[in-house]
């Protein structure tokens, strides 16, 4: 299952869902922002790749809709995770695990 992170910038959220995933057997992680300033920016080829999108709040997936306007039937969930914790900190780590997991294979 090929799993896409989304927040904004891609620096905090999306790249911890992204390491802290890539090693469940059968998933395979990207992540992306949707933020012009993003460390990876959001793209068709990202979202072509995904299963599966998992967003950070609900504006991200609106941003997603209005600028990719032909998704299909494409999965996408909001996690609804705020922009407060750093890189793998780790109360942002148990958020992560308790909102994705029950997606997962």
């Known amino acids: 299952m090929n799993v ?3 927040c904004s910038k891609n620096q905090w959220r999306s790249p911890t869902a992204e390491k802290i995933f890539a090693d469940y ?3 395979r ?3 992306a922002g949707t933020s012009s300033s993003a460390r990876h920016r959001l793209n068709r080829r990202d979202l072509d ?3 599966m999108v998992m967003v950070m709040e609900e504006r991200h997936k609106t941003i997603i809709k209005q600028q990719f306007s032909d998704l299909g039937h ?3 969930i909001v996690l609804d995770i705020a922009d407060d914790y750093a890189f793998m900190d780790e109360e942002l780590i148990a958020l992560l695990q308790a909102s994705v997991t029950p997606y997962l294979p």
């Open 4 to 6: 896409l992170f989304v």
């Open 25 to 27: 057997a059968g998933v």
């Open 29 to 31: 992680t990207r992540s």
């Open 49 to 51: 790749w995904a299963e």
């Open 74 to 76: 494409k999965k996408i």
